[in-house]
């Protein structure tokens, strides 16, 4: 069945370095592609999305890039803050309209100051 | 923006008692709630869809009769753990979706820690 692979966690940076999040899929079909993110005491939140391959989604700073070849949708952004402290979940969607989603493990995130 | 509100956030029961777990959708109609549940340092998965008024929908290898779901409402939305064991003890997240089905319109409660001793 379908599956995501993300690397494992807990990462540790200082504010301003550059963050990479690496996240690998299996999927039967062609899945559409996101990075959740949950704050603390908060509920998962979309941070950005991508439908179909070599599509980008970016927000708030963040970036990921739909590699089919490599099937990959790694996060990356490139100057972090402190209020990107959080964990961040890679997931896809192989059911065009159903919601059904399946995640990875999630990673989480501390930037010190 | 739109929430949901989930509780309690974290509960603690002895083995063999039932525990409740509420889904609420504080501003919008949610037609359709997903449970998924996490165990340490694997995946959230997803459990079971419920569209409001109808049966759940449960994913393979999840035991209906022990996680029951009731979608009675537009805005409420339960999971009961039956008969809770240790094995049990996850953390348990909800999401409620609206008619518009896009993705940006899904919305993640903050989740449930259950601890079952």
């Known amino acids: 069945g379908d599956s995501v692979t993300q690397m494992e966690g807990p990462v540790t940076l200082s504010e301003e370095a550059f963050l990479t999040i690496n996240c690998t899929y299996t999927a039967t079909g062609y899945p559409s592609l996101f990075w959740y993110v949950q704050y603390p005491g908060e509920g998962l939140q979309l941070l950005l999305k991508?439908?179909?391959?070599?599509d980008k989604g970016s927000n708030k700073g963040f970036e990921a890039t739909y590699r089919k070849e490599t099937t990959s949708f790694h996060l990356e952004k490139g100057s972090v803050q402190v209020s990107d402290s959080a964990v961040y979940f890679c997931a896809l969607s192989d059911l065009q309209g159903a919601q059904k989603l399946v995640f990875g493990q999630g990673t989480r995130l501390t930037i010190n100051p | 923006g739109a929430v949901v509100s989930q509780h309690p956030s974290r509960v603690i029961c002895k083995s063999g008692t039932s525990v409740k777990i509420e889904c609420r959708s504080l501003d919008f109609q949610a037609t359709t709630m997903f449970w998924y549940r996490q165990f340490p340092k694997q995946s959230l998965m997803l459990m079971a869809t419920s569209n409001e008024g109808s049966k759940a929908t449960y994913e393979q290898g999840v035991e209906k009769d022990k996680f029951l779901i009731n979608h009675a409402s537009l805005t409420l939305s339960t999971l009961t753990v039956t008969s809770a064991h240790p094995e049990d003890s996850s953390f348990y997240i909800c999401s409620a979706s609206q008619l518009d089905r896009r993705y940006e319109k899904l919305f993640f409660g903050s989740g449930t820690q259950l601890s079952v001793l």
């Open positions: 991508a439908t179909k391959a070599d």
